[in-house]
């Protein structure tokens, strides 16, 4: 899996590209948005737009990024979940738990409102 990473005003966008399917592209995924926390971003979007299937490691992995998030006062959305994914969140009801939005511009606008 590889992650593109864009800086719009105060909001970090990670573009997910492969499969999120545990492992190494979790860890690795975890570790991007706590360097963020870090560098003081707590507006993060990720970008399912080309992340072809997940796992239940993958969803562990976002569940992750967003407790993370929460607890340092940040906040977490998802933006472009392909149909799988959507059926996914809804299946294991995490999509009453994930902001989701379709295009990543709007997932970054939402944060302005």
């Known amino acids: 899996m ?19 399917m545990g492992g190494t592209d979790s860890t690795e995924l975890h570790e991007k ?39 340092a006062d940040g906040e977490l959305k998802i933006s472009g979940a392909t149909e799988k994914i959507r059926n996914l969140f809804m299946i294991t009801k995490l999509i009453t738990i994930f902001d989701t939005y379709e295009t990543a511009e709007r997932a970054v606008a939402s944060f302005k409102s």
């Open 33 to 71: 948005v706590k360097s963020l926390i870090a560098d003081k971003v707590k507006k993060v979007v990720i970008d399912l737009s080309k992340v072809k299937w997940m796992n239940s490691s993958g969803l562990g992995a976002l569940m992750g990024c967003m407790t993370s998030l929460k607890n």
């Open 2 to 20: 590889q992650i593109k990473e864009e800086i719009r005003d105060d909001v970090a966008v990670l573009y997910l590209k492969g499969n999120l």
